[in-house]
């Protein structure tokens, strides 16, 4: 059985900049969580969604957003990047919506913002 | 808000030392995980604590929840290289928006040989 992926696995951008990342839950994982991981803050909850809907979201600027497709995959989207968004993004998915289970998490996407 | 305190935030053992971090909640909990992030690795799912006073082990590894549902802790026993990373505790609470997961700050473990 596959495993969460996130694409792309590395990126460089500058500031001012918007990027747009990738993640494909296991199958039949209905459920994708994002979080932002940085050495100071750790883990910090940006958003979920189930179902294609938004069900939960974390205190973060309105620069970030995401969505979910019907096949579940969802895409997270941070515009007008700061230095202050340089972290590793973690992709989590879960069957059923993340307050009732364990999180699967994805080898994360390393963004870099100079 | 909710927060999930975590101690210590470093840890550095000899091998076959013992090793506790502790998780504490500044609300109660309906349930509360624990993941491991081996270094350049992603967070693993270790194991989830639901009722109030729960142990449960694992191996040599043992998570014990506290009777307020505030609190929790991971106890390793005789450290081996291979627990080496961070381990996290997430807490998830009653009601609100149906229980955002918290992560703590993490204890990174260090095993030395």
Known sequence: KAGVTQTPRYLIKTRGQQVTLSCSP?????????YQQTPGQG???LFEYFSETQRNKGNFPGRFSGRQFSNSRSEMNVSTLELGDSALYLCASSKRQANTGELFFGEGS????? | GQQVMQIPQYQHVQEG???TTYCNSSTTLSNIQWYKQRPGGHPVFLIQLVKSGEVKKQKRLTF???EA???????ITA???TDVGTYFCAGRSYGGSQGNLIFGKGTKLSVKP
């Open chain 1, 26 to 34: 296991i199958s039949g994982h209905r459920s994708v969580s994002w």
């Open chain 1, 43 to 45: 883990l910090q909850f």
């Open chain 1, 110 to 114: 390393r963004l870099t913002v100079l």
């Open chain 2, 17 to 19: 030392e013992d090793f």
């Open chain 2, 64 to 66: 014990q929840f506290g």
């Open chain 2, 69 to 75: 549902k505030k609190n929790s802790s991971l106890h």
């Open chain 2, 79 to 81: 450290t081996q290289t």
